[in-house]
């Protein structure tokens, strides 16, 4: 148990642009979402932490109006990048964590992001 | 002093040998202890989850847990080719706040 399904795995979008994700706990209910960020050959960024129903939290430096996220319900959590440029180019990851306390993290597969 | 630390590695071991991976951390309040197994353009998969000191074993891995030295270890015992990848150690505390290693990179040479 516990899966979490991310999409797209892939996007490529030309600069300007809004692209979502979308992170889906499959076999549980989450009470909280969280999204990393990741460049290559580094740890995991913490962006942002989503309860469902609530606001979501965002990390120190990253900018609420530009990363949207959304946590309607127990099983979805979405993060939009809105007016993409280059520079947002990056690997996003979503986590999961179930609905009872001190629970692990279960993480998605990733969504590489390119913007041109 | 950052809150977690990790070798970094590189680590490069034959096939077969025994791998210990290792994590100190500074903040007494962690109770859970977690290890995370990261392939390239992947997201982190779930090895070890431990709460407070002891081992638990799970096939070819072994987690330790020292709360009193604020140190986690991972052991992988007949390490295999296929272990090749980013090991992330992570803690968390009774709330929500988890901290995550920046972790090591592993090379398993058949």
């Known amino acids: 148990g516990a899966v979490v399904s991310q999409h797209p795995s892939w996007v490529i979008c030309k600069s300007g642009t809004s692209v979502k994700i979308e992170c889906r706990s499959l076999?549980?209910?989450?009470?909280?979402m969280f999204w990393y960020r990741q460049f290559p050959k580094q740890s995991l960024m913490l962006m942002a932490t989503?309860?469902?129903?609530?606001?979501?939290?965002?990390e120190q430096g990253v900018e609420k109006d530009k990363f949207l996220i959304n946590h309607a319900s127990l099983t979805l959590s979405t993060l939009t990048v809105t007016s993409a440029h280059p520079e947002d180019s990056s690997f996003y990851i979503c986590?999961?964590?179930?609905?009872?306390?001190?629970?692990?993290?279960?993480f998605g597969d990733g969504t590489r992001l390119s913007i041109l | 002093q950052k809150e977690v630390e990790q070798d970094p590695g590189p680590l490069s071991v034959p096939e077969g040998a025994i791998v210990s991976l290792n994590c100190t951390y500074s903040n007494s309040a962690f109770q859970y202890f977690m290890w995370y197994r990261q392939y390239s353009r992947k997201g982190p998969e779930l090895l070890m989850y431990?709460?407070?000191?002891g081992n638990k074993e799970d096939g070819r891995f072994t987690a330790q847990v020292d709360k009193s030295s604020k140190y986690i270890s991972l052991f992988i015992r007949d390490s295999q080719p296929s272990d090749s990848a980013t090991y992330l150690c992570?803690?968390?505390?009774?709330?929500?706040?988890?901290?995550f290693g920046p972790g090591t990179r592993l090379s398993v040479l058949p």
């Open positions: 992570a803690m968390s505390d009774y709330g929500q706040n988890f901290v």
């Open positions: 431990t709460y407070s000191s």
């Open positions: 989503s309860n469902e129903g609530s606001k979501a939290t965002y």
């Open positions: 076999d549980f209910q989450a009470t909280t």
């Open positions: 986590s999961a964590t179930r609905e009872y306390s001190n629970q692990p993290q279960h």
